[in-house]
């Protein structure tokens, strides 16, 4: 059994900043990669930030967040943290991580939710404008 728990969410007003965590737990296994998700209410999840590890380390961001959210994480320790900055209103929702120990080549993208084969419960970010 794998468990990811998330960490580092909460209220922030518009241009201000957070830091969310998401480490691994359980069986051993190690990650090709991880990623972040965010379901807004009375919307559909979708997909927030991704670091890849295949063939070495890269990152992938929506447009929506790019330039302002920045991935991080250690692979052996199934870790990853999003910096997130400039918050807005419209960022505001239940932030997934999420971890695929399934191996791709470099490269290979990884947006959607069945990419990724464990979850976390989530963490509520709150961006008041």
């Known amino acids: 059994q794998v468990h990811l728990v998330e960490s580092g969410g909460g209220l922030v007003q518009a241009g201000g900043s957070l830091r969310l965590s998401c480490e691994g737990f359980?069986?051993?296994?190690?990650?090709?990669?991880m990623g972040w998700f965010r379901q807004a209410p009375g919307k559909e999840r979708e997909f927030v930030a991704a670091?890849?590890?295949?063939?070495?380390?890269?990152?992938d961001y929506a447009d929506s967040v790019k330039g302002r959210f920045t991935i991080s994480g250690v692979k052996a320790w199934n870790t990853v943290h999003l910096q997130m900055t400039n918050l807005k209103p419209e960022d505001t929702a239940v932030y997934y991580c999420?971890?695929?120990?399934?191996?791709?080549?470099?490269?290979?993208?990884?947006?959607?939710?069945?990419?990724?084969?464990?979850w976390g419960q989530g963490t509520q970010v709150t961006v008041s404008s």
């Open positions: 999420g971890a695929s120990p399934r191996s791709s080549g470099f490269g290979i993208l990884k947006r959607f939710q069945s990419d990724y084969d464990y």
């Open positions: 359980g069986r051993a296994f190690t990650s090709d990669a």
């Open positions: 670091i890849l590890w295949s063939g070495g380390s890269f990152t």
